[in-house]
């Protein structure tokens, strides 16, 4: 699996200095990046999804770990949080290990009753009275609507997206492509300017 991470930046000019003296020659500016960071985002965020019997499976940029927590949201609210008990890559003919099948242990909440889509997130802060899945109406990476399959996470309960996670046909170089060899992730995050941020791309090859 080739994972690739690309901040979106901002050009910021610095003015010159002027020197102590009237008759000094001011220094030239510096142009400098400055990252836009993700807004509370921490760690990897990881989307997965799973059923009532706490089984499911987990997509892009690094293996589940046993232990690790997955909170499960759906439209309205926070549904609970399974702790992670076994990980297993889903075999494929590329040997790439881009999948991986999970069974976990409910630590809080009701998983039984979901209403509408859930997701499962990783290395997400999620707030337990707020967090839920929201509608969005384009894709961030300006691709034709409806060409995407795109989950947006309200991760605090202000009726914003922080954070969507896009699927997508892609080529080799992670395009997308009306002939596809593989399916793109994408995780998009909110800044603390304005907008979405790509902050990763996993693309899992069709070797299945």
Request: zero cysteines; glycine letters at 16%; a negative charge.
């Given at each position: 699996m080739l994972g690739a991470m690309r901040l979106d930046f901002v050009l910021a000019l610095v003015g010159a200095s002027l020197g102590a003296s009237a008759g000094a020659a001011p220094r030239p500016g510096k142009v400098v990046r400055v990252e836009r960071k993700p807004r509370g985002i921490s760690g990897m965020p990881r989307y997965c999804s799973i059923s009532s019997d706490m089984s499911g499976y987990c997509l892009g940029g690094k293996q589940p770990e046993i232990g690790?927590?997955?909170?499960v949201i759906d439209s309205q609210r926070t549904l609970g949080v399974v702790r992670i008990t076994t990980v297993t890559p889903l075999p494929d003919q590329c040997n790439q290990n881009a999948v991986?099948?999970?069974?976990?242990?409910?630590?809080?909440?009701?998983?039984?009753?979901?209403?509408?889509?859930?997701?499962?997130?990783?290395?997400?802060?999620?707030?337990?009275?707020?967090?839920?899945?929201?509608?969005?109406?384009?894709?961030?990476?300006?691709?034709?609507?409806?060409?995407?399959?795109?989950?947006?996470?309200?991760?605090?309960?202000?009726?914003?997206?922080?954070?969507?996670f896009i699927q997508f046909p892609c080529d080799d170089a992670g395009t997308q492509a009306s002939a596809a060899t593989g399916t793109c992730l994408e995780v998009w995050a909110a800044t603390t300017g304005h907008g979405l941020a790509r902050i990763r791309q996993d693309r899992v090859r069709n070797c299945f």
């Open positions: 690790e927590h997955v909170v991986w099948m999970i069974q976990g242990m409910l630590e809080t909440g009701d998983l039984a009753s979901p209403q509408g889509q859930t997701l499962g997130v990783i290395d997400v802060p999620i707030d337990p009275r707020g967090g839920r899945l929201v509608t969005v109406d384009r894709s961030p990476a300006g691709h034709p609507w409806g060409t995407d399959q795109i989950q947006g996470v309200d991760s605090n309960g202000d009726g914003n997206v922080d954070l969507e």
